[in-house]
């Protein structure tokens, strides 16, 4: 099986008066069809900008300056201007963090939901209105009716969230780009937003990439992983293989670093803090933290190593970068 | 027996909404933020005060600092009331000593046109702690104390990372030699490897220290880590108060379960019954007749939807809000789960 989406040799610099940030270098995964591919890393590690890189909305200063996105057949690195406007919104859609910020506070529910038809599909009005209100129901909310006529301030956030999905779904795109989805919603309503998502892909053969730094999110609905730090990929694999055999010190570091909620464990906090960006430091971003770092990790970048590797895709691949995954032997809680 | 530090006993916060017009205002209804809170924290011990937004967390711990009076019930701290701690300028200075805060957002709460080493000397000054050397050497060991260099002290804000300056608002809030620390979401805004960092400091500082804690999170998960006794709000009531091993080993109240039930964890071996709850929060302004909770619940009988229950004791010191829980017609819920 074809993945859905492969994203190769990502690089995504910003061009700023301090100099080069080099956000995203060198980014590299595949997701599957139908499939829940987590992105997942810290702030500054690049999630959002491979995000923003996918759908080409990169803002300024920032330049995509390297790479390919692979995506039904074509690299939309290659796509005119105007040949991207047909992917987003009708191929691969986005939801962002607040969808307080994403709805207009002017317009009602409905006004937004038929626009959005109407610009991503060929149905008229009339035909909008039914559809809006068949979104709404998809996304599973209670008294559709009653919301269309609503406008985003009468809704509470777990429901304008769930609007923002509908919006999102209304020119039945392949691929969904949930960036934080769940980051401002409380956690009773998180695990709504969570099912709806898994329903999504089971019932529209969606395939999501899920942005989140939440590791219980990611070990909850995610069917694959990667993990980025400091612009850098350090590995990816399927959720079981990065939660119970990571390969990567920062993996390992992050699990046994976060409190739980079903038992209480010791935690060890991972020294040091996150890299600037503009000088990175040298060999592998990671190495001025890690305990297993040696002479040769702090002079050479370390570059993708697959790992049983399957060449129909039909599991997914295990990646790492690291130079001395082979020796270490990494815990796991 | 240790003492108990802070005592709220009943206590209301009723926010006024009102209607503006040319010449005056007229008030049209009531957020009750806090709307009948009870809780206790036993001296050198964390309580974890847990629930989500708009529950009255952050409102409940204000009224303990003394920065807002509340409408009605009684608030002690060290067994003295309050309001006649705050009505005496000398006895409210001691208790403004005794009482810090940290805050979430390390950025907002810090001025970034002082230095770290002015921000940390300024409640040594404003109390009359220290001076001369004296200040300076205080200043040196609250930073060394946080894991902070001493070139630090000439730092601004903005050139430190999140975790750095966490640690200088703690800095500041050791510097009077505080008994009660209250910690309003003190890792929520930071990164995730940086957050055990500040977790670990914060229990390594309440031992050395001898402190009390009141820590207001929305995140069960660093709640069952750093606290000795949980309580749950929910609509600005405490709806469950237990110590924290039994409140995650035998949690009682339904929402609770819920919440408890809808946090992720970290692995995804873990198979879990979910308890997805319906609905949203209702709108504290009108809140619920009876238990508040009867809306969302799955076990409200007739009486939950008429008349309110307050906390009572069900043993092992574990305090439940409810009229089901305790007649055992509530099935357990635990967080042991089955490992694939």
């Known amino acids: ?333 | 027996m240790p003492q108990d530090i802070l005592e709220l006993k009943d206590v209301k916060k009723y926010y006024p909404l009102t209607e503006r017009y040319t010449f005056r205002s007229r008030v049209t209804a009531y957020v009750k933020a806090v709307d009948g809170v009870s809780l206790t924290l036993p001296e050198q011990s964390t309580v974890g005060l847990v629930g989500e937004s708009g529950c009255g967390k952050t409102t409940t711990a204000k009224i303990a600092a003394g920065l807002i009076r509340p409408d009605s019930g009684s608030v002690k701290f060290m067994g003295a009331d309050l309001s006649e701690i705050l009505g005496d300028s000398g006895s409210a200075k001691q208790f403004r000593r005794s009482v810090q805060l940290v805050y979430q957002n390390p950025y907002s709460s810090l001025d970034p046109m002082m230095t770290v080493g002015d921000i940390v000397k300024e409640p040594l000054i404003i109390h009359g702690l220290a001076r001369g050397r004296e200040l300076e050497e205080a200043m040196y060991s609250l930073l060394r104390k946080v894991n902070l260099e001493d070139y630090h002290a000439l730092r601004y804000p903005h050139e430190l990372s999140g975790g750095q300056r966490q640690r200088v608002c703690i800095a500041r809030a050791l510097a009077t030699q505080p008994k009660l620390v209250l910690l309003d979401e003190p890792v929520s805004s930071l990164d995730l490897s940086i957050r055990a960092q500040i977790l670990n400091l914060l229990v390594e500082l309440k031992e050395r220290e001898r402190l009390s804690y009141l820590y207001i999170s929305h995140d069960l998960a660093t709640v069952r880590q750093m606290c000795d006794y949980v309580a749950v709000m929910y609509l600005g009531r405490v709806v469950e108060y237990a110590p924290t091993d039994e409140l995650f080993n035998n949690p009682m109240h339904p929402y609770t379960q819920a919440l408890l039930s809808a946090i992720p964890i970290p692995d995804p071996r873990v198979k879990r019954k979910r308890m997805v709850l319906e609905g949203d929060v209702p709108n504290p302004v009108n809140p619920p007749e009876g238990c508040r909770f009867h809306t969302r619940c799955r076990y409200a009988s007739q009486l939950c939807r008429e008349r309110d229950q307050k906390l009572i004791e069900v043993g092992n010191q574990h305090w439940v809000a409810c009229w089901v829980a305790p007649t055992g017609g509530i099935p357990s819920y635990s967080l042991e789960y089955t490992r694939e």
């Open chain 1, 1 to 333: 099986m074809e993945p859905t989406l492969q994203v190769e040799s990502l690089r995504t610099y910003f061009y700023t008066e301090a100099g080069v940030v080099k956000a995203v270098d060198d980014v590299g995964f595949s997701v599957r069809p139908s499939t829940i591919h987590a992105l997942v890393g810290e702030s500054g590690s690049g999630k959002t900008v491979t995000a923003q890189s996918i759908l080409r909305i990169v803002p300024k200063p920032g330049r995509i300056v390297g790479g390919r996105i692979v995506f039904e057949g074509r690299n939309l690195l290659d796509l005119s201007e105007r040949q991207m406007r047909m992917v987003r919104g009708r191929r691969i859609s986005l939801i962002q963090q607040d969808p307080t910020a994403t709805l207009d506070p002017m317009f009602t529910i409905q006004d937004q939901l038929v626009e959005a038809i109407m610009v991503t599909t060929e149905l008229d009005r009339e035909q909008a209105k039914k559809k809006a209100r068949k979104l709404l129901e998809d996304v599973k909310i209670p008294g559709p009716e009653n919301v269309l006529k609503s406008y985003p301030h009468q809704l509470s956030g777990g429901m304008r969230q769930r609007v923002a999905i509908a919006r999102a779904l209304a020119g039945n795109p392949k691929v969904l780009i949930a960036d934080e989805p769940t980051t401002a919603l409380d956690v009773t309503i998180q695990a709504q937003i969570l099912e709806l998502m898994r329903s999504l892909r089971d019932e529209y053969g969606l395939s999501i990439i899920l942005i989140t730094h939440d590791l219980g999110i990611v070990a909850q609905v995610a069917d694959e992983v990667t993990v980025m730090y400091a612009g850098k990929v350090c590995e990816s694999g399927s959720v079981d293989d990065i939660f119970h055999s990571p390969l990567h010190p920062y993996t390992q570091a992050l699990l046994l670093s976060v409190p739980r909620v079903d038992k209480r464990v010791r935690l060890r906090a991972i020294p040091g803090n996150i890299p600037d960006l503009v000088q990175p430091p040298q060999g592998c971003r990671f190495h001025p933290r890690c305990p297993y770092a040696v002479e040769r990790c702090s002079q050479e970048e370390p570059g993708l190593e697959k790992v049983g590797s399957q060449a129909d895709h039909t599991l997914p691949s295990r990646s790492v970068y690291c130079h001395r995954f082979r020796e270490i032997k990494l815990e796991v809680v």
